[in-house]
């Protein structure tokens, strides 16, 4: 899961940087907060869809 999952990051690294490091951001913030303990779905969805 997680080899398949850095494999993933890698590539959206090579399409858009701006996006991995958008994600990367935001989840180390939920992260930070704890909140991922509460609801993990965060952490796939860092993001709320009025901000995309």
Known sequence: MKRSFMHLLYKIQKIKPNLLRLITHTSF????????????????????????
Request: aromatic letters at 24%; proline letters at 8%.
């Open 29 to 52: 913030q939920f992260l930070h907060r704890k909140q991922f303990q509460k609801q993990p779905e965060f952490l796939f969805y860092p993001y709320t869809k009025d901000e995309i």
